[in-house]
């Protein structure tokens, strides 16, 4: 997944517009942007959309961000919004790969209620939202097949560390933020999955936009959150794998299995190892997983 757009799940005119837009993931929002007294309405609404979404032709994948597993309101979202199928659960202030493993649980629960295919749904987890969070990136790796990506939130990590701004005047990460950022970087490629970069603000600053999915790219970043329709094209664009990318990482692929045994491989007059060809794997496998297809 490239783009993954939210959209507040108590807005049937956004659903509309997110209907017609190119983003791979819309991301139907219960938590942040709803108000408490809205919630139980934005559970109906959120599942009479997945509804409506599944008789429909459709490229896009479909998750919805539950409220955290601590706020009680965990189980009457999942109770909405399984029986409408979507395809997966964002969690919210996540802390360790035990909090999957509960909402796993859960999710296994209502598959079976809902006559749907045991695991058919996946888990996206926001790793670094509390101070705690930071503790338990490690944990991860190996806690759920559920798992198809990590991604990372900054706003809520300022509030839990009292910080007064998360970022500086040049538009950079402070400290704090760009540690955690690389750290769930880090995390994603120990627990084998993609790594999603979090959200950027200011949605009429595309050329800062640009930059920032440019450099999340170079970094190892497979996509990102977006908060407006107009950031999803330029998060598509940026992510997407330029054809001779692509061309290049089908060659080493190639080569490797014309020769599975060779720790070194030559093509054009450049020497090609092990490291290259998993870098290689990586890029066919985004590729392959454009439009929405899965990510993971």
């Given at each position: 997944m490239r783009s993954l757009l939210f959209v507040p799940a108590d807005s049937p005119r956004k659903f509309a517009k997110a209907m017609q837009g190119e983003a791979d993931?819309?991301?139907l929002d219960l938590e942040d942007s709803i108000a408490a007294a809205h919630k139980p309405a934005a559970r109906e609404s959120?599942?009479?959309?997945l509804r409506e979404w599944r008789s429909a032709p459709r490229a896009a994948t479909i998750l919805v961000r539950i409220n955290a597993l601590d706020t009680g309101l965990a189980d009457a979202d999942l109770d909405a919004v399984m029986r409408a199928r979507p395809d997966g659960i964002m969690l919210p202030k996540a802390e360790s790969g035990a909090d999957v493993q509960q909402l796993g649980a859960k999710l296994?629960?209502?598959e079976a209620e809902n006559d749907l295919p045991d695991g058919s749904t996946f888990i996206l987890p926001i790793v670094t939202e509390t101070a705690r969070?930071?503790?338990g990136l490690g944990s991860y790796a190996g806690a759920s097949r559920r798992?198809?990506?990590l991604t990372w939130g900054a706003e809520d990590l300022s509030a839990s560390l009292g910080s007064?701004?998360?970022?500086?005047?040049?538009?950079g990460y402070a400290p704090p933020f760009a540690l955690a950022r690389n750290m769930m970087l880090f995390a994603a490629a120990a627990t084998g999955?993609?790594?999603?970069?979090?959200i950027f603000g200011n949605f009429r600053d595309s050329a800062a936009l640009r930059a920032e999915c440019e450099a999340a790219r170079r970094d190892g970043f497979a996509g990102k959150m977006a908060i407006h329709p107009d950031q999803v094209a330029i998060i598509n664009e940026t992510f997407t794998p330029a054809q001779k990318a692509i061309d290049e990482a089908r060659a080493v692929i190639a080569a490797f299995a014309a020769n599975p045994d060779a720790g070194v491989v030559s093509i054009d007059g450049a020497m090609y190892d092990r490291p290259h060809l998993l870098r290689a794997?990586?890029?066919?496998?985004?590729?392959?997983h454009l439009g929405g297809i899965g990510g993971g």
């Open positions: 993931a819309l991301i959120a599942t009479d959309f296994a629960v209502r969070a930071m503790f798992t198809r990506a007064e701004v998360n970022r500086l005047p040049d538009g999955v993609d790594a999603i970069d979090t794997e990586r890029v066919v496998r985004r590729d392959y």
